[in-house]
C-alpha cells in the first residue's frame, strides 16, 4: 500500500507522525509534571579537551580539586574586564580570582607582601637593552624599585600596589613583552641555552626553538589551563647547561653516528617527566625528533597530559605522575598516536656525547664563535637587580654590545656582542654599577628563591642566608673548584636543591620545650647537572639558619682534606662516602685531624 503514495504524500505523513509523536509527549509530561530528559550538550570550542577531563573525572567519582572548579566556572582567560575592575578600585582578589590572575601573570604574595609580583615571558630569556630599560621603568612607575631574576631565566617584578595592576601588565606589553600564562596551570618561560647561536661549541641555536613553541602557546587557548604547570626545555650542546632535564619535557640535541637506525646529523633526544622537587630527573626514553618537528612533539605530550593529567590532587598532578601510572612505554606511544607518527629512535652507542658543560662559563668574558666578539657574563647576587642597576646594563649592553641581554637559570644575565676592544670598558662601567664579572668558586653558583620575604610557601629567608653563606666561606676557606649551592624556601623546589652539591631546603626548626621554632634548612649533598645529573641525598635536616654557614663551611673543609685528587669533584667525594661517613667527616675532631 506504501506504493500507492506519492513522495510528496509521504513526506506528509512523516511529518504528521512526528508531530503527534512530540505532542503526545509534551500532554503526558504535562500529566505528570515530569520534565523530560535532555542529553548535556558535548563540550566544544577550544576549552573541550579539558571540560572534557573534567567529565571523565566525576564520572568515575573523583572530585575536582578547587582550582578546576575555579577554571569550570569562570576561564580565567576570559575575566581580564573583572581584574581591571579591581584594579580601577584598588581591590585585591580573593583566592579564586589570585588564581585566575594569574594566568595574567599577577600573583598576589600576601601576608609576606600586601601586594602583587608580576612575572613575564622570555623566550630564552633573552629580551634587548631597550625593553630591559622599559622594565626597570615600569618596576619603579608601578612596582618596587628592583626586579628578580629567577631560574627559568626570567624577571619578576615585586610591589606593586593593587591600582597599579593593569598599568603593570598593559606597560608590559606596550614593550612587545608579555606575561600571559606566566603562572598557575600554564606552560611556563621557555628556557633555552644562553649562549645560543654565539657558542663555539654549540650544536644547534635554540632561539628558533624556543621562539616557535613560546608563541604556539600564546596563540592557542587550548594549550592554558593544564592539570598542573608544566616545563619546556631546549640545549642546544652549548657550555652553558640550561638544566632541561630538571623540566617536564626536555629537548636535548645530540649528534647521531652513521650507522643508526636514525639518519646521521643533528637531532634533539626528547626526554620527559622531570621535576627535581619530587626527586626526579626526566627519563630517556630513546625518542629522537628533528629539530622542525619539536612544536609537534611538544603538543602532542601536552595534549596527552591535558587528557590524563590528575585533576582531583594537585600533588600528584604533575606529568611525571601520568608517566609513573602508565609506564613509559604506554605514555609514549600515547604520544605517538597524538603525532600520527612514531619518533626516530637511535641506540645509545650511535650518540656522540654530549659537548662538555663548564661550570664558570656563565660568568666573566668569553670568545664567541663570531671573530672579535665576546660574551659577558655578569655576576646579579641571588638574582637582585635595582632598575638603576637595569638601565646601566641597558647602556652598556647598547653601547658595546650586540644589544641583546641573555638571562640564565643561575640568576645572572649576559651580555653578548661585546668587541674585543670594547670589552675592558664594558667590564669597568658593569663595575661602577656595584656589579662584578668575576666570581668566586661558591658565588659562581649561589642559587636562591625569592625566599619569606616575598613568598609565603618558604619557611625561611633564602637569599638573605645565601649570602651569609657566601661570605662565611669566602672569609675562611679558599676553594679551587666550583661548588653550586642552592637554598629554596620550600617543597615546590624552585632553587632546585636536589640538583645542587649542596642544597637546602627551607623548613621550621623546634627550639626549646614551648613549640617555638625558628628558620632553618634540611641539607642535602651530591647532586648534579647536564652530564652529572644525579638528585643530591638528605645529610642533615633541622639545621638553624644561624648554622648553615659552619655547616657548609665544613662540608667544604673535609672535602678538601680528603678528596682523592684536586680533580675530584665535591659530587664525586660525596659519592664515595656513606650519610654516617660524611656526617662523622664534619666533626670538629674528624676536620682538625684531617686537617
Known amino acids: 500500500m506504501e506504493s500507492d503514495f506519492s513522495g510528496e504524500q509521504k513526506r506528509w505523513l512523516e511529518g504528521f507522525a512526528s508531530g503527534s509523536a512530540a505532542v503526545r509527549a509534551l ?234 637506525a636514525a639518519e646521521a646529523g643533528v637531532w634533539m633526544k626528547v626526554v620527559i617527566g622531570g621535576i627535581t622537587g619530587h626527586k626526579d630527573l626526566a627519563r630517556d626514553p630513546g625518542l629522537l625528533c628533528r629539530p622542525k618537528d619539536c612544536v609537534a612533539v611538544a603538543d602532542a605530550i601536552v595534549r596527552v597530559f591535558i587528557e590524563h593529567g590528575d585533576r582531583t590532587d594537585r600533588t600528584k598532578a604533575r606529568l611525571k605522575y601520568v608517566i609513573d601510572r602508565w609506564g613509559v612505554d604506554k605514555f609514549v606511544a600515547a604520544v605517538e598516536e597524538k603525532l600520527g607518527n612514531p619518533f626516530a629512535r637511535a641506540a645509545p652507542n650511535h650518540l656522540e656525547p654530549r659537548p662538555a658543560t663548564d661550570r664558570f662559563a656563565h660568568i666573566g668574558a668569553h670568545a664567541q664563535k663570531q671573530d672579535g666578539l665576546n660574551w659577558l657574563g655578569v655576576v646579579v647576587p641571588v638574582g637582585r637587580l635595582t632598575t638603576g642597576q637595569m638601565r646601566g646594563l641597558a647602556q652598556v649592553a647598547g653601547d658595546c654590545g650586540d644589544g641583546d641581554i641573555r638571562l640564565t637559570v643561575w640568576q645572572n644575565l649576559i651580555l653578548s656582542g661585546i668587541a674585543d676592544r670594547r670589552l675592558a670598558e664594558a667590564e669597568a662601567r658593569i663595575a661602577a654599577l656595584g656589579l662584578s664579572t668575576k666570581a668566586s668558586s661558591i658565588r659562581a653558583g649561589l642559587v636562591a628563591c625569592t625566599g619569606n620575604t616575598g613568598c609565603k610557601f618558604a619557611a625561611s629567608d633564602t637569599k638573605g642566608h645565601a649570602l651569609m653563606i657566601a661570605e662565611h666561606v669566602e672569609a675562611r676557606l679558599a676553594l679551587d673548584v666550583p661548588v653550586n649551592v642552592h637554598l629554596t624556601g620550600c617543597h615546590h623546589s624552585c632553587a632546585q636543591h636536589y640538583i645542587g652539591d649542596i642544597g637546602l631546603l627551607g623548613a621550621k626548626v623546634s627550639v626549646g620545650e614551648e613549640g617555638d621554632t625558628v628558620e632553618g634548612y634540611d641539607l642535602v649533598v651530591g647532586g648534579g647537572f647536564a652530564e652529572n645529573a644525579k638528585i643530591g641525598r638528605e645529610l642533615w635536616k633541622g639545621v638553624k639558619a644561624e648554622d648553615c654557614p659552619a655547616q657548609v663551611e665544613a662540608l667544604l673543609r673535609a672535602y678538601m682534606a680528603r678528596r682523592q685528587a684536586p680533580q675530584e669533584s665535591f659530587q664525586t667525594f660525596t659519592a664515595r662516602h656513606s650519610v654516617e661517613d660524611l656526617r662523622a667527616f664534619c666533626d670538629a675532631p674528624a676536620l682538625e685531624a684531617a686537617a
Open 27 to 260: 500532554s503526558g509530561a504535562a500529566r505528570t509534571g515530569a520534565a523530560q530528559p535532555t542529553a548535556p550538550a558535548e563540550p566544544s570550542g577550544p576549552d573541550a579537551a579539558h571540560l572534557k577531563a573534567q567529565d571523565r573525572t566525576v564520572a568515575v567519582g573523583g572530585k575536582l580539586a578547587d582550582q578546576e572548579k575555579w577554571k569550570r566556572a569562570e576561564n580565567p582567560l576570559d575575566a581580564y574586564a573583572r581584574l581591571t575592575g579591581q584594579a580601577g578600585a584598588g581591590a585585591y582578589p580573593k583566592p579564586e580570582d589570585n588564581f585566575r590572575w594569574r594566568f595574567h601573570g599577577l600573583f598576589y604574595v600576601a601576608p609576606n607582601q600586601n601586594s602583587f609580583m608580576c612575572r613575564l615571558r622570555l623566550p630564552n630569556g633573552i629580551l634587548n637593552h631597550w625593553q630591559f630599560a622599559g622594565i626597570a621603568d615600569l618596576a619603579d612607575a608601578y612596582g618596587g624599585g628592583y626586579a628578580h631574576v629567577t631560574t627559568r631565566a626570567n624577571l619578576q617584578l615585586r610591589e606593586i600596589a593593587a591600582e597599579n595592576a593593569q598599568a603593570m601588565l598593559e606597560g608590559i606589553q606596550i614593550l612587545g613583552l608579555c606575561s600571559k600564562g606566566s603562572g598557575a596551570d600554564n606552560i611556563r618561560n621557555v628556557t633555552g641555552s644562553p649562549t645560543a647561536g654565539i657558542d663555539r661549541q654549540e650544536l644547534i641555536d635554540t632561539r628558533p626553538l624556543a621562539r616557535a613553541w613560546h608563541f604556539h602557546i600564546l596563540n592557542d587557548r587550548s594549550l592554558y589551563g593544564l592539570p598542573r604547570k608544566f616545563n619546556v626545555g631546549f640545549d642546544g650542546g652549548g657550555i652553558i647547561p640550561v638544566l632541561e632535564e630538571t623540566n617536564d619535557i626536555g629537548f636535548q640535541a645530540v649528534r647521531v653516528r652513521d650507522g643508526a
